[in-house]
C-alpha cells in the first residue's frame, strides 16, 4: 500500500499545515515559526534521505532516463505555452520552478524577476506540494491496485 507511515505522515503534515495558515497561528511567523519550520522540514528531507540508497540509481538508467525525458516535455510544453500565447517569461519560469524546485527556490526565481512578486512564488510553490502530495500518493495507490 502506498499509505505506509511515511506516507501517513506526509498527509497529516500537510493538513496540519494548511489548517494552521487560517488561523492566527500564522502570525507567528515574526517569532521565528519560519525558522523552526524549516529546521523541521529540512531534518524531515535528511531523515528520508539517509534511508535512501544511492547504489541503486546505477540499476534503473531506464528511470533516469525516463526522468530526464519527462522534463524536457515540461520544458517543451511550457516553451510552446509561453510562445502562443504571449505569457510573460516570469510566469513561466516561476511556475516551472514551483512544479520542478519546490518551495525553497520558487521565491528566489520568482524575485529575480519581480522582486515584488516573491510571495506568489511561493504562493504556486505551497499549492503545488498540497496538490501533489495528494495526487502522487493518490496515483501510487492506483498503480498499486493495477499491479499488486
Known amino acids: 500500500s502506498s499509505f505506509s507511515s511515511t506516507g501517513w505522515a506526509f498527509l497529516i503534515v500537510t493538513v496540519v499545515g494548511v489548517l494552521l495558515s487560517l488561523t492566527p497561528a500564522a502570525k507567528l511567523d515574526k517569532y521565528g515559526a519560519s525558522r523552526w519550520g524549516y529546521f523541521c522540514l529540512y531534518l524531515l ?14 540499476q534503473a538508467p531506464l528511470l533516469i532516463a525516463m526522468a530526464f525525458v519527462w522534463v ?3 520544458a517543451a510544453l511550457l516553451a510552446l505555452y509561453g510562445y502562443v500565447g504571449r505569457v510573460p517569461m516570469f510566469f513561466l519560469v516561476t511556475s516551472s520552478q514551483a512544479n520542478i524546485g519546490g518551495t525553497a527556490s520558487t521565491p528566489i526565481v520568482a524575485g529575480v524577476y519581480r522582486p515584488a512578486l516573491a510571495p506568489l ?8 506540494n498540497v496538490i501533489g502530495t495528494y ?3 493518490g496515483i501510487a495507490q492506483a498503480c498499486h491496485w493495477a499491479h499488486p
Open 45 to 58: 528531507l535528511a531523515a528520508i534521505g539517509a534511508k535512501a540508497r544511492l547504489q541503486y540509481i546505477l
Open 72 to 74: 524536457l516535455i515540461h
Open 121 to 128: 512564488g511561493l504562493l504556486l510553490a505551497i499549492a503545488g
Open 135 to 137: 495526487a502522487g500518493l
